[in-house]
């Protein structure tokens, strides 16, 4: 996964924080966290072709918060900025090289042909994508800001200080 989920996360914390009010520019989202505006934006772009964020054009323009943080799951997110594909893709090696085999799992005297039986390693992955994907969709970035407020109580106050000297 590439950090720009990271980042995205962060970021709509962040805009949840200011409180809506007003919108917040790519750069001064980046320069909370001293990141690279000009990819910061290309993530925020992405949420907002996701509907997670709105855009504002013009001089005090930026992004908000397209709907409340518990009508947005971690998958979300992570379907925006990484796409739905999955993270692991068999490639059916077991029926390339020597051991390729034909439907026998392998081992079958070099044939091209497809194996009939599920691959054991993509099955297992596939197994926990799925786990993994249920978690993500379980989970809101309303869990996550209540449970970041736990941890750092003076982070909405931070953020929106910051945000209001622009």
Same mark, same amino acid.
């Not at 750069?27 to 964020?53: M, S």
């Not at 799951?73 to 029926?95: K, N, Q, S, W, Y």
């Not at 736990?150 to 982070?155: K, L, N, S, T, V």
């Given at each position: 996964?590439?950090?720009?989920?990271?980042?995205? !996360? #962060?970021?709509?914390?962040?805009?949840?924080?200011?409180?809506?009010?007003?919108?917040?520019?790519?750069?001064?989202?980046?320069?909370? #966290? =001293?990141?690279?505006?000009?990819?910061?934006?290309?993530? !925020?772009?992405?949420?907002? $072709?996701?509907?997670? !964020?709105?855009?504002?054009?013009?001089?005090?323009?930026?992004?908000?918060?397209?709907?409340?943080? =518990?009508?947005?799951?971690?998958?979300?997110?992570?379907?925006?900025?990484?796409?739905?594909?999955?993270?692991? $893709?068999?490639?059916?090696?077991?029926?390339?090289?020597?051991?390729?085999?034909?439907?026998?799992?392998?081992?079958?005297?070099?044939?091209?042909?497809?194996?009939?039986?599920?691959?054991?390693?993509?099955?297992?992955?596939? $197994?926990?994508?799925?786990?993994?994907?249920?978690?993500?969709?379980?989970?809101?970035?309303? =869990?996550?800001?209540?449970?970041?407020?736990?941890?750092?109580?003076?982070?909405? =106050?931070?953020?929106? $200080?910051?945000?209001?000297?622009?």
């Amino acid at each position: 996964m590439n950090e720009g989920v990271e980042w995205a !996360l #962060h970021s709509c914390l962040n805009l949840a924080w200011t409180g809506g009010e007003r919108a917040v520019t790519a750069a001064r989202l980046a320069a909370y #966290h =001293d990141l690279p505006a000009a990819y910061l934006n290309k993530q !925020l772009q992405a949420l907002v $072709r996701a509907g997670i !964020l709105g855009s504002v054009s013009g001089p005090r323009g930026g992004f908000r918060l397209a709907r409340p943080l =518990d009508r947005i799951t971690l998958m979300d997110v992570v379907t925006a900025i990484e796409g739905p594909e999955e993270a692991f $893709r068999c490639t059916e090696i077991r029926a390339q090289g020597p051991g390729g085999g034909a439907g026998d799992g392998g081992g079958g005297g070099g044939g091209v042909e497809v194996p009939a039986v599920e691959c054991a390693i993509a099955g297992a992955m596939a $197994r926990a994508e799925l786990a993994w994907r249920r978690e993500l969709a379980a989970r809101t970035l309303e =869990d996550v800001r209540r449970e970041a407020e736990r941890q750092a109580p003076g982070a909405p =106050d931070r953020i929106r $200080r910051w945000i209001a000297t622009a």
